[in-house]
């Protein structure tokens, strides 16, 4: 069977819905955790043993949350491109897992231009950064590296992970890549088309008032 086996996850969502239960699922099929922040505290306190970002990376959480995965040990492991030897002694040389599981949904930034009252500031931090950037990590290194964006998916990846002992087919990250570009391309087509409501800079500044 073409693909690879997935050992080492990692899970930042905003959305929760049906991350424990996935990632218990994970657990049992002896896949280990890596997450951020919020994810890790649920994680951990539904008695799920998941490893926190800043531990691993030995770099905290910084500018309330802004910069969290934005690493050479996050996206190393997940660029790492499997059997190649200058990418092989890289990782080894620093210390870098292969990630080779992302599960990430982004910030609902289209949630919060339809609020009513929203401010500029609220607005902009909604705009991610560090989960975009896994999403297009991840898609790049498709063959691999299975990257998911939408909850709906997991039951099917457990399905497919506990027929195959641990398995995604390279049809399965084929198709989780597509859906993760349309996802950021749609997302940032939302941020693009909410400031070009805006003919000229004063007119954004208002919200802020």
Request: no cysteine.
């Amino acid at each position: 069977m073409s693909g690879g086996s997935i050992h080492y996850a990692l899970l930042s969502v905003f959305d929760k819905t049906g991350i424990v239960e996935f990632a218990r699922e994970l657990q049992s099929l002896r896949i280990e955790l890596l997450s951020t922040g919020g994810t890790a505290r649920l994680l951990s306190k539904e008695g799920i043993k998941v490893e926190e970002v800043g531990e691993y990376t030995g770099y905290p959480e910084i500018l309330e949350g802004r910069v969290k995965t934005l690493h050479p040990k996050i996206h190393g492991g997940i660029l790492f491109r499997r059997g190649r030897r200058e990418d092989e002694d890289s990782i080894s040389r620093h210390g870098i897992k292969p990630i080779d599981l992302v599960v990430v949904n982004l910030y609902p930034f289209e949630g919060i231009i339809k609020k009513h009252g929203a401010q500029l500031e609220e607005i902009v931090e909604m705009i991610d950064i560090g989960g975009s950037a896994l999403v297009r990590s991840a898609a790049k290194n498709y063959t691999d590296v299975a990257v998911v964006v939408d909850p709906s998916d997991y039951a099917k990846i457990i399905e497919e992970l506990e027929a195959t002992r641990g398995v995604l087919s390279d049809r399965t990250r084929f198709k989780l890549m597509k859906k993760a570009f349309e996802r950021t391309a749609h997302y940032d087509l939302a941020i693009a088309g909410f400031f070009n409501r805006f003919g000229k800079f004063s007119d954004v500044r208002q919200l802020s008032s």
